[in-house]
């Protein structure tokens, strides 16, 4: 029997997602991206490569709408970027299901029974770190501890607990809490919000990979009630994939002990 062959550009050619990413060192760049936001410098330090190089490889995955880049809050002259991980998740479904149906994609199940314990940071307590513990806590329920902190607390933003209320999450009885709270206390995983703490502090006692999620203070937008809802957005998209991270391979090491009031003052 003698075997059809498909012929040259008939639908049988790579989908542009895995070509583009299907690189090694985009690759790494899209793995180093999806534990933590990182400044170009640090990713030239991460992956041993030129800057010039990583830059070059980096401003692909831009254009391919893969990672974007936000201006620091705290140094304009820096910026962080982040991997889409919503957009990378809907290209990946799309080109399993361009080799053949049964290979489209689902996020996967939350894992039962699985345990750890989150610290958000940010500088006021008062918005983005509040709204991030009261998401965490809503949909992770009893098998996550979490917990947040500012290094210069302020009173919780109306603003943050009527749009929190939007999403089903209760910050009537929320306080600002100073991270001394915190400071002999275990946590598995070390979240920054924000870019001055982060900056400030770009390695915390015993975690030298914590985590960083450059958020936009909405308490700072001209927009109100429009920025605290961006923000909630993004924060429940970025608390959605730490889902499914909690309990299996860490997305970052885990203090041994938050000895962070010194650095954070």
């Known amino acids: 029997m003698q075997r059809r062959q498909s012929p040259a550009g008939s639908g049988f050619d790579p989908p542009d997602f895995l070509r583009l990413a299907g690189h090694p060192l985009r690759w790494r760049l899209l793995g180093e991206l999806a534990r933590s936001d990182r400044q170009v410098t640090e990713l030239t330090e991460l992956i041993g490569k030129p800057q010039n190089l990583v830059s070059y490889h980096l401003g692909l995955l831009r254009k391919g709408g893969l990672v974007h880049g936000r201006r620091s809050s705290f140094d304009g002259r820096d910026t962080y970027y982040a991997v889409d991980l919503a957009r990378c998740a809907d290209l990946l479904a799309g080109a399993g299901g361009a080799l053949h149906p049964a290979l489209m994609l689902a996020p996967p199940p939350q894992p039962d029974g699985a345990d750890g314990s989150v610290l958000f940071l940010c500088t006021g307590n008062s918005a983005r770190s509040q709204m991030a513990e009261g998401l965490l806590r809503s949909r992770g329920g009893d098998r996550v501890l979490v917990r947040s902190a500012g290094s210069h607390p302020k009173p919780v933003h109306r603003t943050a607990v009527k749009v929190m209320g939007e999403h089903g999450v209760d910050l009537t009885g929320a306080r600002s809490k100073h991270l001394d709270e915190f400071a002999a206390d ?41 920025a605290f809802r961006r923000t909630a957005a993004e924060l429940a998209q970025r608390i959605g994939f730490l889902l499914h991270q909690l309990g299996g391979r860490p997305i970052g090491k885990s203090p041994a002990a938050l000895g962070i009031r010194e650095s954070l003052q």
């Open 186 to 226: 275990r946590f598995d995983h070390v979240i920054t919000l924000c870019d001055k703490v982060r900056e400030v502090c770009p390695a915390l006692p015993g975690a030298p990979d914590a985590v960083h999620w450059s958020t936009v203070d909405p308490a700072g937008q001209p927009d109100g009630v429009a």
